[in-house]
Structure formats: structure tokens, C-alpha cells
T-cell receptor, first 114, second 111 residues
Framework: EAQVTQNPRYLITVTGKKLTVTCSQN?????MSWYRQDPGLGLRQIYYSMNVEVTDKGDVPEGYKVSRKEKRNFPLILESPSPNQTSLYFCASTSSLGGSTEAFFGQGTRLTVV | RKEVEQDPGPFNVPEGATVAFNCTYS??????FFWYRQDCRKEPKLLMS???SGNEDGRFTAQLNRASQYISLLIRDSKLSDSATYLCVVSGGGSNYKLTFGKGTLLTVNP
């Protein structure tokens, strides 16, 4: 079954404690990205990756890092989380083949930073 | 002007009603257009792509007007299960797969 898997689904942490949210896809997609969703603001792109070792900033990259060492994995790293990073996070992967640009999303990670 | 702007909603309609969602986008270079559906606290899922010629999938019809930079979604004979947030999504296309989302419009279909 084609899927994007995020972990953890829920996380409560304290300010300043480094955390990583993992994302893995089994569709061999080149393009992966991270979004955060906040009430009244919609989904905003944090970082994206066009392929292995190729990453770039999205619209709201401050306070986040990513890496793409393997095609299937695209972890989101918060080196020093702050309360304003409390949000619902989604990882997505998109194929670049055959003109299809449907994005498949993970189930989301609800992060609370206290 | 916001990159992708949708009706703010929310929409509350009875079962069987016809509902129309409207969306405008600011980047004239945008190449791909979509409607996604998001159930409460769940991930967005593709409802349908939108083409210039218009496209229909059962009760759902999507239209694109490139000249006006306008996208629409029509739901006919709405069902209780159509209750969700509908997201208008635009992509740059080509090698740029970034999706720009509207804020979404919440639809509640009432019995």
C-alpha cells in the first residue's frame, strides 16, 4: 500500500529540547516536503527536497532543519523548539514522473511545546 | 493579494443541496490546480485535479479560468459524508512541485 508514515503522531515537549519528527514514503517519490497547519493560516511549507541531498527552504523555515540522506526518508528537526512551533505538521511526497503531481500526505504530527 | 484565496465559509447546507466553492490565485505562472479535502484533524487528500477544459467526477465538477485566475468546485446532491474542509491548491508545475494552499472552506452538510 502506497503511504507516507510520520512519527510520532502526538508529541508534547518542553522548550529547548531537541526533537525529530520522522517521515518515510514507500512510493519512490523524488519530491518531499514539510508543512505546518495553524488555525486561520492554513498549510504553509517549511522545507522541501527535490531529491537526495537536495533541500531548500519553504515559506516558514525558521527554527527547523531537514535532511535527505535517503530517498524514502525526510526527517524534520527542531533543534531548540519554542512554543510558537506548537502546530500540526504534515509530511508530503510527490512523484515527478508522468506529469502527476498528486501529493500524498502523512497522517500528521500534533506537536505541543510548553 | 494572498497567493490563493478562498471563500472563508463556513458553509452549512442541507442534504441534497448544491454547493459552490470559489478560489482565486495570484501567480499567473501557476500550472497545476487541485481541490483537496481534509477531514477534521486528518491529512489532506486529493479530491480532484482541475483542468482548463473543466472536469467532472460523479457529483463533483471543477472548473479553471486561467484568464481570471479563478478555480471553482461544485458539489451536487450533497451528502452527509461530504462534510469536510475543502482546500484550493495551486502548484508552480514543471520542476517546482511546491503546493500553495488556500486556507480552506469548511462545509457541513446537515440531515
Amino acid at each position: 500500500e502506497a503511504q507516507v508514515t510520520q512519527n510520532p503522531r502526538y508529541l508534547i515537549t518542553v522548550t529547548g529540547k531537541k526533537l525529530t519528527v520522522t517521515c518515510s514514503q514507500n512510493m519512490n517519490h523524488e519530491y518531499m516536503s514539510w508543512y505546518r497547519q495553524d488555525p486561520g493560516l492554513g498549510l504553509r511549507q517549511i522545507y522541501y527536497s527535490m531529491n537526495v541531498e537536495v533541500t531548500d527552504k519553504g515559506d516558514v523555515p525558521e527554527g527547523y532543519k531537514v535532511s535527505r540522506k535517503e530517498k524514502r526518508n525526510f526527517p524534520l528537526i527542531l533543534e531548540s523548539p519554542s512554543p510558537n512551533q506548537t502546530s500540526l505538521y504534515f509530511c508530503a511526497s510527490t512523484s515527478s514522473l508522468g506529469g502527476s503531481t498528486e501529493a500524498f500526505f502523512g497522517q500528521g504530527t500534533r506537536l505541543t511545546v510548553v | 493579494r494572498k497567493e490563493v484565496e478562498q471563500d472563508p465559509g463556513p458553509f452549512n447546507v442541507p442534504e441534497g443541496a448544491t454547493v459552490a466553492f470559489n478560489c482565486t490565485y495570484s501567480n499567473s505562472a501557476s500550472q497545476s490546480f487541485f481541490w483537496y479535502r481534509q477531514d477534521c484533524r486528518k491529512e489532506p487528500k486529493l479530491l480532484m485535479s482541475v483542468y482548463s477544459s473543466g472536469n467532472e467526477d460523479g457529483r463533483f465538477t471543477a472548473q479553471l479560468n486561467r484568464a481570471s485566475q479563478y478555480i471553482s468546485l461544485l458539489i451536487r446532491d450533497s451528502k452527509l459524508s461530504d462534510s469536510a474542509t475543502y482546500l484550493c491548491v495551486v502548484s508552480g508545475g514543471g520542476s517546482n512541485y511546491k503546493l500553495t494552499f488556500g486556507k480552506g472552506t469548511l462545509l457541513t452538510v446537515n440531515p
